[in-house]
């Protein structure tokens, strides 16, 4: 009776290992193809964090199940190269497999300096000149250990906000010379790789602001410094705070149409080739919070944005709103951002997405009620 209560604890546990172990692949069955009728859709994924093997496996089934085809993920320097020359990819090499098995287009965010990287006592957005190569080269491994896998790689994240600039005054010609570098270094590895700049954040600080730079004005001056020939497809955040996605696109206004100024400054620089993807974005749903609007109203939003890119922006390649689901709880009204709960519940924007996308529905209020007024017991 001991001798087979020893072998049944001992066949669970080396079931629990291979399961929680990031050296086996979580892959069951053939590998799966997103469907959907709308090429556009993505998502900004937050597993950077995410320890268990089957919660990542999960977060990207679900993604899927949704209809999304894209998804923005972060693979921090300072995970992956803890000191100089050494490289751990482990979580990388499980989540990048595990979207690939699910047919996701993986967009790889850089950037999270690690400590042998800057000053002691600075943040992981703190970079110097000095160290822009090593960064770059950081990149250059990046796409060297993922090419077949990963074809797009985002430089850098929101470098026109001070906190991401290293709590630092925002700099457009640093960037830019990071940017090139660091495209560069890209090239040589992998020529097919397409690279993004900017990744700018929507805001209207005015000149000299010690918190950023308006992100209309910090792209023409990306331009000015050079950067036109360092990027492929420029990033953008798009956030719609409480304005429908066709409000009008004004300089002195945040919403999800101020990306078409930013598409003007690309014309305007004779860029116009270049297409755009929003990496970051949409709406938040938050009861009390003063940028947020009604769930019903984040709904319809979100289905009419996702409708907008893919039907009227030719120019623009994706949108991947602003998250997919945190791997806890933020206790603020960041959780009310995603699309599922910590616990994959899924919330009533997940199901209207994946409605939209299977072509059940259109992205009206009509329809949108329809939908949860037939989902009612």
């Given at each position: 009776m001991r001798s087979r209560l020893f072998s049944g604890i001992l066949l669970l546990w080396m079931m629990q290992y291979l399961i929680s172990s990031t050296h086996i692949p979580l892959l069951w069955g053939p590998p799966r193809r997103v469907e959907s009728v709308n090429p556009k859709i993505g998502v900004h994924t937050r597993l950077t964090d995410e320890v268990e093997p089957w919660k990542i496996a999960r977060t990207l089934e679900m993604v899927r199940e949704m209809g999304a085809s894209w998804i923005v993920e972060y693979f921090p320097w300072g995970y992956y190269e803890p000191s100089p020359g050494h490289f751990s990819w482990d979580h990388a090499d499980m989540v990048v497999d595990m979207a690939r098995h699910e047919g996701l287009t993986v967009v790889a965010r850089l950037g999270f300096v690690p400590q042998w990287a800057r000053p002691e006592g600075s943040t992981p957005s703190y970079l110097d000149a000095a160290h822009f190569d090593d960064f770059a080269h950081y990149a250059a491994e990046f796409v060297r250990h993922y090419r077949g896998k990963v074809g797009y790689v985002i430089v850098w994240?929101?470098?026109?906000?001070?906190?991401?600039?290293?709590?630092?005054?925002?700099?457009?010609?640093?960037?830019?010379?990071?940017?090139?570098?660091?495209?560069?270094?890209?090239?040589?590895?992998?020529?097919?790789?397409?690279?993004?700049?900017?990744?700018?954040?929507?805001?209207?600080?005015?000149?000299?602001?010690?918190?950023?730079?308006?992100?209309?004005?910090?792209?023409?001056?990306?331009?000015?410094?050079?950067?036109?020939?360092?990027?492929?497809?420029?990033?953008?955040?798009?956030?719609?705070?409480?304005?429908?996605?066709?409000?009008?696109?004004?300089?002195?206004?945040?919403?999800?149409?101020?990306?078409?100024?930013?598409?003007?400054?690309?014309?305007?620089?004779?860029?116009?080739?270049?297409?755009?993807?929003?990496?970051?974005?949409?709406?938040?749903?938050?009861?009390?919070?003063?940028?947020?609007?009604?769930?019903?109203?984040?709904?319809?939003?979100?289905?009419?944005?996702?409708?907008?890119?893919?039907?009227?922006?030719?120019?623009?390649?994706?949108?991947?709103?602003?998250?997919?689901?945190?791997?806890?709880?933020?206790?603020?009204?960041?959780?009310?951002?995603?699309?599922?709960?910590?616990?994959?519940?899924?919330?009533?924007?997940?199901?209207?997405?994946?409605?939209?996308?299977?072509?059940?529905?259109?992205?009206?209020?009509?329809?949108?009620?329809?939908?949860?007024?037939?989902?009612?017991?």
């Open positions: 994240n929101e470098p026109n906000l001070s906190l991401e600039w290293g709590y630092r005054p925002v700099d457009p010609v640093a960037y830019t010379d990071l940017l090139c570098r660091t495209y560069r270094a890209i090239k040589e590895v992998a020529p097919e790789v397409q690279v993004l700049g900017g990744a700018l954040a929507p805001t209207l600080a005015p000149p000299g602001s010690e918190w950023g730079m308006n992100d209309v004005a910090y792209l023409q001056a990306m331009y000015d410094a050079g950067a036109a020939s360092c990027f492929d497809i420029l990033a953008v955040h798009a956030y719609g705070w409480t304005f429908p996605p066709d409000a009008p696109p004004a300089a002195d206004a945040i919403n999800f149409s101020r990306t078409v100024l930013l598409r003007e400054v690309m014309v305007r620089n004779r860029d116009a080739q270049k297409k755009v993807m929003i990496t970051e974005g949409g709406w938040n749903d938050h009861p009390r919070w003063t940028k947020a609007v009604r769930p019903m109203q984040r709904v319809v939003y979100t289905l009419q944005a996702y409708e907008m890119v893919w039907k009227s922006w030719d120019w623009a390649v994706a949108f991947c709103p602003w998250a997919f689901r945190y791997p806890r709880a933020a206790h603020s009204y960041q959780d009310y951002f995603t699309f599922v709960t910590v616990d994959f519940v899924p919330k009533p924007i997940y199901v209207a997405v994946q409605a939209y996308a299977r072509g059940e529905i259109r992205p009206t209020w009509e329809d949108v009620a329809r939908l949860f007024l037939e989902e009612r017991p």
